[in-house]
């Protein structure tokens, strides 16, 4: 185990192109921290220069204290779970957990010690001698974990490790990820670009943008106290409501509350905090008629179209009863619940 550490990392390609801006990031030791934003954000990159398979431009990059920028892959001691699995197809299960170990020189029984740890572990001692094409795509997930487990690594990186699974397989596997992390308390990195992942497995939130750090933080701060608007409009299912200060006054009858800063270019709410009634609470009071109804188990989302700005609301109604196609609706914006931006910087005004 043993924390990583970025200091001024920086990586640019031929043609001036800046794939990762100047950034320092700090993995404490045990921690399972998730890089997390759109394609192309950087997020792969930022970790292929953690495993030392992306050269790093500027700045250092540490693993246990110490500088390993000129350091092989396999010199660095962490190992990497892929999407695509990267098993050997001509190999068994047990060959492909042995396979790193042998090369290493490893003696053998020690060797078959971790691979029956790593079956135990992750319940795979009925696949051994099986190949991986004989596996679905869960059991082979699995097994690529393995073969990490078995070298005992500093650190563990996963990169999309879930991407290929359909979505009920994606949601045992989160789980058994998060179990496996908690077990081995191995400091991981793990990068996805589904936010529920992100929100679900991390002790940490990484949101990454055009290859800078838009904001650090546990999943609930994050969601709760979004840092810019790219994390307000990226982070949260649905995304959060923003308006303009100017349209959501339009659509309130030409005022707002004090409470709304001079410098407010942009008001956010989440779809869950729109309320149906303001139970006497300070809240900003809108009209607009039901265009489309989701339901989405025991709740709804329900979409509104203001009349005045042609926008569209999203709101979250528990259950299906009181809301109807094309029917008018008044909800309320309780003003605690509101988030406001700068109208220059486009940054959280607390």
């Known amino acids: 185990m043993a924390a990583i550490d970025l200091a001024g990392v920086k990586k640019t390609y031929p043609g001036n192109v800046t794939a990762i801006h100047p950034l320092d990031l ?5 921690e399972l921290l998730v890089l997390v934003g759109p394609s192309g954000c950087g997020k792969s990159t930022l970790l292929r220069m953690i495993a030392g398979l992306e050269t790093v431009t500027e700045g250092e990059v540490m693993i246990g204290g110490g500088p390993v920028n000129k350091r092989e892959p396999a010199e660095r001691d962490i190992a990497m779970v892929f999407q695509n699995y990267a098993l050997y197809p001509h190999m068994s299960v047990r060959g ?4 790193g170990l042998k090369n290493r020189g490893t003696p053998r029984a020690e060797i078959d010690a971790r691979v029956e740890e790593a079956a135990r572990i992750l319940e795979i001692g009925p696949f051994l001698e099986r190949k991986p094409r004989q ?5 082979r997930q699995r097994v690529a974990m393995g073969r990490a487990i078995v070298r005992h690594p500093k650190a563990f990186l996963f990169d999309e490790p879930l991407s290929n699974l359909d979505a009920k397989l994606r949601g045992q596997m989160r789980v058994e990820i998060k179990r496996l992390q908690r077990s081995l308390n191995t400091t991981s990195v793990y990068v996805t670009h589904d936010q529920l992942e992100a929100m679900t497995l991390a002790d940490r939130v990484v ?3 055009a290859g800078r750090i838009e904001q650090i933080g546990k999943p609930t701060e994050v969601y709760e106290r979004p840092a810019s608007l790219f994390v307000a409009g990226f982070v949260g299912s649905p995304p959060m409501n923003l308006f303009g200060t100017d349209e959501l006054k339009t659509e309130a009858g030409g005022s707002l509350p004090e409470s709304i800063g001079a410098n407010t270019g942009t008001i956010g709410i989440r779809p869950d905090a729109v309320t149906l009634s303001a139970n006497g609470n300070p809240a900003i009071a809108v009209t607009g008629t039901i265009e489309l109804i989701e339901p ?3 709740e709804s989302h329900v979409y509104l179209r203001l009349p ?3 926008r569209v609301m999203i709101l979250v109604v528990r259950g299906h009863e009181g809301v109807s196609l094309a029917a008018d609706l008044t909800v309320h914006l309780p003003v605690g619940a509101l988030h406001q ?3 220059g910087t486009g940054r959280r005004i607390d």
């Open 26 to 30: 700090n993995i404490a030791d045990g």
């Open 296 to 298: 989405v188990g025991g």
């Open 207 to 209: 949101v990454m943008n």
């Open 135 to 139: 596996l679905s795509g869960g059991q």
């Open 96 to 99: 492909n957990l042995e396979y």
């Open 308 to 310: 005045k700005t042609d």
């Open 341 to 343: 931006f700068d109208a």
